[in-house]
């Protein structure tokens, strides 16, 4: 797992993102870095157990929450841009990253797609099989 493209690609982000905030002065720093390196953080972490998961559910819901992490990494890019607060150069380089970051998601994607999916009794109601019960 520690070699797949998409965990490599990830933790190539977070060090990406640690230089981008040694650019910025102290406050930027103190306003746009606990978010995105938490986002960052947990990306990693999602990854680590998703990309060696048969199960499905795990799959998809691992899937879902660095999903939404990465599009708040990826559309913050606009944000730090316009703060004026951080090396540019990084941050197209950033933002550069997080497209390939997206293109190696929509893989893994694919590969949770042809999954079957094990549908599991879960205790929230997520991912569980319709029993065709409507009422």
């Not at 960052?40 to 795990?58: M, N």
């Not at 990465?70 to 933002?95: G, M, Q, T, V, W």
Request: proline content about 3%; some cysteine.
């Amino acid at each position: 797992m520690s070699k797949h493209p998409l965990y490599l690609q990830a933790h190539e982000i977070l060090k990406i993102l640690d230089t981008l905030m040694d650019t910025a002065d102290e406050e930027a720093k103190e306003r746009y870095a606990p978010t995105l390196l938490e986002s960052a953080t947990i990306i990693c972490a999602k990854l680590s157990s998703g990309l060696v998961s048969e199960s499905y559910v795990q799959c998809m819901q691992n899937a879902s929450l660095v999903r939404e992490h990465a599009e708040y990494l990826r559309l913050s890019n606009h944000l730090l841009n316009h703060s004026k607060c951080f090396d540019p150069e990084y941050i197209r380089l950033f933002r550069a990253e997080m497209e390939k970051f997206r293109e190696l998601f929509k893989i893994w994607a694919s590969q949770i797609h042809k999954m079957e999916p094990a549908y599991e009794n879960t205790e929230w109601g997520l991912f569980v099989k319709d029993s065709g019960n409507q009422g």
